[in-house]
């Protein structure tokens, strides 16, 4: 974990003080798509481990009860930091409210955001989030595959720094979507809209080696762009055209990509689920999805970038029927224009020796999903001056 304090706001503002509060904005720093997970349960609580991109003051989060259908009540949430497992740095751990209230009543279908944490949270911190609930009931919404370790308990423990009462581990976040911070008005984010590969399966867990996270590492240290944020809004078995694991890319990205402050450009890779579950979809198909997702980010006045479809020959699934999709795909990603950049995860994943397998090096042994070093090929194919490009 980095080591990282939200201190106290004055020390913030001295830190800043070349700057004025209107030179700042806000920006995600993570980001986790919505989806219904299981269902409430009363007197609750969840303390819930997400990794942060950007840094900056202000933090601020983001409850969902997006796939409820009823009320749910918060009535104590807490941010902190990570020391090991559930146990928070010491003197980290604060309480959030809500219109100056501390507790938090969301309807259903809706978010609400917290107001803001006076201090500044650095970025690549480890944030614990814990939220109790008395009354949850009914469809839960959170985000299922996290590849990251959190924890829950009964009663209200969310005040405690000590990890004593939080014994339940989930690989889950529930209802927290969204984090953000208040930064330079010049840094902007990127959210990437996938599906299993983007929401880091078969990477390690609690390693944050999704290639969202290697592309947020590259944004830390890199002069070619000022997009340093990074919200992950994949979600396993996602497509483009069609609801099922999780509501469709079309049906989501309101919700999941454009209600995020501070958002420059999208970065889309989807379509193999579409691709190789043998329901007729053609290429024509996919690409009226991708227009569709283009002409909404750009009337939003944000840039889109476009991700190739990688190779999947190995999986159950394949055939040469849908290898043929695929490659019409990838011909209009790379070559139609449509997209304000292109990022050739195609290339960089498939074997020399047979381009419709991916190279055994990267490959996690199921012939879709990369292993880690596949995900940096990923993060490392990305042009980082590319995100900052103009939608005009």
């Known amino acids: 974990m980095v080591c990282a304090l939200i201190v106290p706001s004055g020390q913030a503002l001295a830190a800043g003080s070349g700057q004025s509060a209107a030179a700042k904005h806000s920006v995600v720093t993570w980001g986790a798509s919505a989806d219904r997970l299981g269902e409430g349960v009363a007197d609750r609580a969840y303390r819930l481990v997400v990794h942060t991109s950007v840094g900056g003051d202000n933090v601020r989060i983001r409850l969902s009860n997006a796939f409820g259908d009823r009320p749910v009540t918060f009535d104590s949430v807490y941010a902190g930091l990570q020391k090991s497992g559930a146990e928070l740095v010491r003197g980290s ?56 370790t959190s924890y829950f308990t009964q009663g209200d423990h969310t005040a405690e720094e000590s990890a004593a009462n939080w014994t339940g581990t989930t690989g889950s976040w529930f209802y927290l979507d969204a984090v953000t911070v208040r930064t ?13 590969i983007t929401d880091g399966w078969q990477s390690s867990t609690d390693l944050n080696r ?17 997009v340093e944020g990074v919200a992950n809004e994949g979600i396993s078995g996602n497509k483009v055209l069609a609801d099922g694991a999780g509501q469709s890319a079309l049906n989501r990205l309101d919700r999941d990509v454009l209600s995020h402050p501070g958002v420059r450009t999208v970065f889309l890779f989807e379509g193999v689920n579409d691709i190789k579950a043998h329901t007729g979809v053609t290429a024509e198909d996919m690409i009226a999805g991708y227009r569709e997702i283009i002409d909404r980010v750009h009337a939003r006045g944000l840039c889109i970038v476009g991700a190739t479809v990688g190779p999947f020959k190995g999986w159950p699934e394949w055939d040469p029927a849908g290898e043929a999709v695929r490659q019409e795909v990838n011909a ?16 960089a994943l498939r074997s020399p020796y ?32 590319s995100l900052d490009c103009s939608s005009a």
Request: no cysteine; glycine share 8%; net charge negative.
């Open 184 to 196: 330079r008005s010049s840094v902007g984010a990127v959210v990437t809209l996938g599906d299993s």
């Open 210 to 226: 999704r290639w969202p996270d290697y592309l947020a590492r590259r944004l830390r240290t890199s002069t070619a762009t000022t």
């Open 93 to 148: 751990n604060k309480r959030l409210t809500f219109d100056g209230a501390r507790s938090v009543t969301v309807p259903a279908g809706q978010t609400v955001y917290s107001d803001p944490l006076p201090g500044r949270l650095a970025a690549e911190s480890n944030l614990v989030v814990s939220i109790h609930s008395p009354d949850a009931a009914g469809p839960g919404t959170g985000h299922g595959m996290a590849m990251a």
């Open 354 to 385: 047979d381009p419709e397998r991916m190279l055994p090096f990267l490959d996690n042994g199921d012939h879709v999903h990369p292993n880690d070093k596949g995900m940096q090929a990923m993060a490392d194919a990305v042009d980082l001056a």
């Open 332 to 347: 209009f990603i790379r070559d139609s224009g449509e997209f304000d950049a292109v990022a050739d995860f195609d290339r």
